[in-house]
């Protein structure tokens, strides 16, 4: 069996702030899968992601692209996730960044694959980073171990002076948006009723403190 796998969390930047502010709204949400397309940069291909509403977002450094587009010739299936949203202020005027969770995989077991992904993604959607960099024997756990999900994590990059990290995990609010859009009507009236106890106990904070 054919188990050739490779997962690694690449370094992407946007081209502008202008996608840096797209990043920052609920069409981009870490744990989202993200379309990988070439784009020709010079004497060079270029690895960029595309989210689900097909907007460009980004683009990989050189060794990402390079790492994806071996795997795109190997006829391996490619999918990427977002893992976190960073703002430095160097170099002027200021940066987008962050990096997205890779994995390139034999198309053949995409079933088994695709679920791993998946609980992967989960894990990210909470603030959880798992090391999905495996080896033969963490990769024959995909396939023996329904529920299986690495337990050793990553850490975010080391915080420089002028940067900051803006997305992590999903809010609580991200996550009804999510609900919502995926028409799970139930979770999405709890929702709904959640947003009007929280408004109704803020009015009535302030009402307590004698404003109105």
């Known amino acids: 069996m054919d188990y050739s796998y490779d997962g690694f969390y690449a370094h992407f930047e946007t081209p502008s702030k202008k996608e840096g502010s ?7 949400l870490v744990g989202d899968d993200y379309q990988i397309f070439f784009k020709n940069e010079g004497d060079r291909p270029v690895a960029w992601v595309k989210n689900k509403f097909d907007a460009e977002i980004g683009f990989f450094d050189v060794d990402a692209s390079r790492k994806i587009q071996l795997a795109f010739a190997r006829d391996q299936k490619v999918r990427a996730l977002l893992s976190f949203v960073a703002y430095s202020d160097t170099p002027d005027p200021g940066l987008y960044w962050g990096e997205m969770a890779v ?6 077991y995409a079933a088994e694959m695709d679920a791993f992904i998946d609980r992967v993604s989960k894990k990210m959607i909470e603030g ?37 990290v803006l997305k992590d995990h999903q809010s609580m609010s991200e996550k009804m948006i999510e609900q ?9 009236v709890v929702s709904w009723l959640f947003i009007a106890l929280v408004v109704v106990a803020i009015v009535y904070g302030l009402h307590v403190i004698g404003l109105f």
């Open 180 to 188: 919502g859009r995926a028409r799970n009507r139930g979770c999405y």
């Open 128 to 164: 959880i980073r798992p090391n999905i960099d495996l080896g033969s024997q963490a990769v024959s756990k995909i396939f023996e171990e329904k529920d299986w999900v690495p337990t050793d994590t990553v850490p975010l990059p080391t915080k420089k002076t002028g940067m900051a």
């Open 103 to 108: 994995f390139c995989y034999n198309p053949a």
């Open 22 to 28: 797209l990043l920052m709204g609920p069409d981009n």
